[in-house]
């Protein structure tokens, strides 16, 4: 068993790319300032600007632009999770809220880079209008002069064979290296992912041989997982949740602007996972959504109506106490 974890590794880190199929670049956008900032903004008619292409970078300090594109959505792509690919950080770090045909649709920021379109703009045109924001600093700069860059900017469609397999095999991987080398289930994990990751056939990658091996290793590594026995006594229940301090490094806009792009981001997740419960317990935050986004607001309400969404709060809002 000598290097076979750090084989394993290297193998689904190769596998990742490969989620992606079919890639259109989008490669420029039309970049125009929005130096008033408001709470609530929606994405301009019009406006001076100009043209930003992939590579290209702007600075500054608490600074409002809007990147506006449009893309069309192949008609052959039917059946298929359409996803975009967005990375506007030059230090790892950046925000903004995107805006799908000029309707609040979801935060996309360096750890939310994803986005699923819906079934519905297969075939059509969209337009995609980002309210990008270059930030304060955080703690360590704070009011510090800060970066963007257009790195990327992709439309593909999601091979879920492939995405499944990634995960998975991640997620056990991950669970393996916190186990302890005297724990069975250690190794019966290792030995899983072994065997899954042996099938997958690298003489040509991205070939549909390629994708048909995807197939077999996760049918493998499936039956592994579920053929373990699972006796521990505690069942764990995941419950989504985000903490957005209200007042710390930034001021209260920033935190209605947060709680837009966070919010409508746990909608779209609302819409890929049916079984995701979601807890949110400020008040304060409901308020920002109701007077900045009613429509978010309002697709909350529906959410919280499914039974999906959990409004909660001993306190209207929260404090920093242990």
Known sequence: MFFTEEKIEERIKELSSYRYRDTISIRDFHMIADPEGRNGAYPPNSGEGSIVRIGDSWKGTDLYHWLITTVEIPADWARRKIVGMFDFAMNNSFESLLFVNRHPYQGVDSNHQEVFFSPKSIGQTVDLR????????????????????LKMANLSWLDEAVDDLYYTATVALETLKVLETNRPERWILLNALDKAIAQLDWSKPGSERFYESVNLANDLLNSELQSMEKQH?????????????????????????????????????????????????????????????????AQIKEKVLEGRWEAEGGMWLEADCN
């Open 233 to 297: 006594p505690v069942t764990v229940q995941c419950i989504g949740h985000t903490h957005i301090d209200v007042a710390w490094l930034w001021r209260l806009k920033h935190t209605r602007e947060k709680s837009a792009r966070s919010f409508s981001t746990v909608l779209r997740l609302m819409e890929l996972f049916p079984e995701y419960v979601f807890l949110q317990t400020q008040p304060q935050l409901y308020d920002y959504i109701k007077s900045d986004y009613p429509e978010i607001y």
């Open 130 to 149: 980002f309210r990008i924001w270059t930030r304060l600093g955080g703690q360590r700069g704070y009011r510090s002069v800060q970066e963007n860059k």
